[in-house]
């Protein structure tokens, strides 16, 4: 998913977490849909995601937790409960590599930024992650954005 965190004249920063269904299959094809489970709780005021996955010679969930990501959206109530969950897994390994990335930019000569209301800009367009490149290591390196209109926009790691 691409979320929007800020928008200038010159650019937006746009952040990249994987989609939740996807972290789940990875989870399932790695642990098995019995292998794995999350559970969630609020501390200090936060909420919390632990995602558990079996450990066979004690017969126990072993947890790790993770709090949630705070990101703009139309939902905050969900976004805590998705970002907890994927920041928890990414410590399994699932979807780590897209959580690391951070934010990223996009300059205005990429992608369309007009002046909305009260003067403020936001991007003038849809994007989608049409495709990672990775190093020989498997760290991503560059993002490919398709735009609404099929125009492409590339995101290179310096």
């Known amino acids: 998913m691409v979320l929007i965190v800020e928008t200038s004249e010159d650019a937006v920063r746009v952040r990249v ?9 990875i989870l399932d094809d790695t642990y098995g849909p019995g292998g794995w ?16 996955v079996y450990c066979p010679a004690t ?4 947890y790790k937790d993770a709090a949630a990501i705070p990101l703009p959206c139309r939902d905050p109530a969900l976004m805590r409960t998705t970002t907890s969950f994927l920041a928890a897994a990414s410590i399994w390994g699932a979807g780590r590599d ?3 990335l951070g934010n990223l930019l996009l300059k205005s000569t990429q992608v369309p930024i007009v002046q909305g209301e009260r003067e403020r800009y936001r991007l003038n367009t849809s994007l989608r992650v049409d495709r990672f490149a990775r190093d ?13 209109d099929g125009k492409k ?5 310096t």
């Open 37 to 52: 489970c999350k559970r969630q709780y609020f501390a200090d005021g936060q909420l919390w995601c632990a995602v558990g």
């Open 59 to 62: 017969g126990e969930y072993v």
């Open 136 to 148: 020989e290591a498997g760290r991503i390196t560059m993002v490919q954005f398709e735009l609404a």
């Open 153 to 157: 926009a590339l995101w290179e790691k």
């Open 98 to 100: 897209v959580m690391e």
């Open 17 to 25: 977490i994987p989609r939740e269904p996807s972290v789940r299959q």
